[in-house]
């Protein structure tokens, strides 16, 4: 099921980030700081709503398959890296906070491949807080993109330093319990 409607949605989260990444470079006599601000948000939110999309169609049209959710936390690993490091460049992010989420990312998706590996990848199923931690940080990163006042009430970008921060404490302590997961297997395979 390499082409499905779901798989092609989750595609669309990786092909989608030279885009995004793309607008920031655009010249000034084409799109003013603002405007990028605004067709990377947008951008970002429509694709990032492909991640929630595609799981529901999957289901719903019975095209769920391993590839799929190989490629779907994937997808939404580079788009919220991508994005994170943009925001960095574009000095509305800290490095520590590009750090903490990019070096959780490569090491928790290296653990579950070696859980997997031997045979003890529920150990290190998706929990409850990664889950929170994913939603904080696609609630954060539009904000930082957008850089500026709301519907002229909301400061998106002091709004978005808050909620990145928090979505780098979630990422720490989502990386400390799935590692305390691992453990044991871990411990068992050192011996």
């Not at 920031?24 to 947008?42: G, R």
């Not at 709503?49 to 190989?70: P, V």
């Not at 574009?90 to 990019?102: C, G, K, M």
Request: charged share 15%; with cysteine; aromatic share 12%.
């Amino acid at each position: 099921m390499f082409l499905t409607i779901p798989t092609i949605m989750t595609w669309t989260r990786i092909f989608a980030i030279p885009l995004i990444v793309g607008v920031f470079y655009l010249p000034e006599t084409m799109a003013s700081q603002p405007e990028k601000n605004l067709i990377a948000t947008v951008m970002f939110v429509v694709f990032a709503a492909t991640d929630w999309l595609d799981g529901y169609l999957a289901r719903k049209l019975n095209q769920t398959s391993s590839f799929g959710a190989f490629l779907d936390p994937v997808a939404d690993k580079f788009l919220v890296c991508a994005c994170v490091l943009v925001l960095v460049h574009l000095q509305r992010a800290d490095v520590f906070v590009a750090l903490i989420i990019i070096g959780r990312e490569i090491a928790i998706s290296a653990l579950r491949e070696w859980m997997a590996q031997i045979g003890a990848s529920k150990s290190v199923a998706v929990h409850m807080i990664g889950k929170l931690k994913t939603v904080v940080q696609m609630v954060a990163i539009p904000f930082l993109l957008f850089d500026g006042l709301l519907f002229g009430v909301v400061h998106t970008h002091l709004l978005g330093v808050w909620l990145i921060w928090a979505a780098a404490i979630l990422t720490i302590w989502s990386m400390v319990y799935y590692l305390q997961k691992a453990l044991p297997e871990i411990r068992a395979r050192a011996k």
